[in-house]
């Protein structure tokens, strides 16, 4: 015999009690704000260790043309020099000496103890001339440097249009802030600062 269900017999799906489901709503609403509070406490902590880690800094002048140019953004980093050491043809952020309240970018060309010649457009450390693909213009200027102990020697690429070491004088280490890295804004100047490979070669 075959058992027919009627439209009677079928048992509607009893809904959960109040206050289970006001748990449930309760608990919901727990797991979301925690959620959030984890996602806040990641940023804040990312936030903290980018900038102990790195700077931005913002390009004015024409003193680092072709390199870099005003209104350029660029990454420096914070921990180069902490975790290793500068090397010639680095582009480096440090404050002024005569104005420590002043950032300026430069592009390192002696370290200390270094002998650095400027003559007939070209710069020498040590007696070793830099290939220096990066400038537009050589230096007209000369001159003779010896580089004290715990500073370095830093000149703008647009060499004769920047206030740099062939002006005022060496730079303390401890003055520096860190290295370029990249440039990120706008997009279309987008690019990785590399050190120069004759900049390299003549430091050796």
């Given at each position: 015999m ?6 009677n ?140 102990s ?51 070669a003549?430091?050796?």
């Amino acid at each position: 015999m075959i058992m027919m269900n009627t439209p009677n017999s079928l048992s509607p799906a009893e809904p959960p009690p109040a206050e289970e489901y006001s748990e449930s709503l309760a608990r919901r609403a727990w797991r979301a704000l925690v959620d959030i509070l984890e996602t806040l406490a990641l940023a804040l902590i990312l936030f903290y260790a980018i900038n102990l880690t790195t700077a931005r800094i913002r390009v004015d002048g024409q003193s680092m043309e072709p390199t870099l140019s005003t209104g350029q953004l660029v990454v420096v980093n914070k921990l180069a020099y902490r975790l290793g050491e500068p090397a010639i043809g680095d582009i480096v952020v440090f404050y002024f000496p005569r104005d420590p309240d002043q950032e300026y970018i430069k592009r390192l060309i002696g370290l200390p103890g270094d002998q650095i010649t400027i003559e007939n457009g070209t710069v020498f450390v040590n007696g070793e001339a830099l290939d220096e693909p990066y400038l537009a213009i050589h230096p007209s200027y000369t001159g003779n440097w010896t580089v004290p102990s715990d500073q370095v020697f830093v000149l703008g690429d647009n060499r004769n249009n920047s206030s740099d070491s062939h002006r005022w004088g060496t730079v303390p280490l401890d003055y520096i802030i860190g290295k370029a890295l990249v440039v990120y804004w706008p997009p279309s100047d987008w690019k990785v600062l590399t050190m120069p490979s004759g900049a390299q070669a003549a430091a050796e």
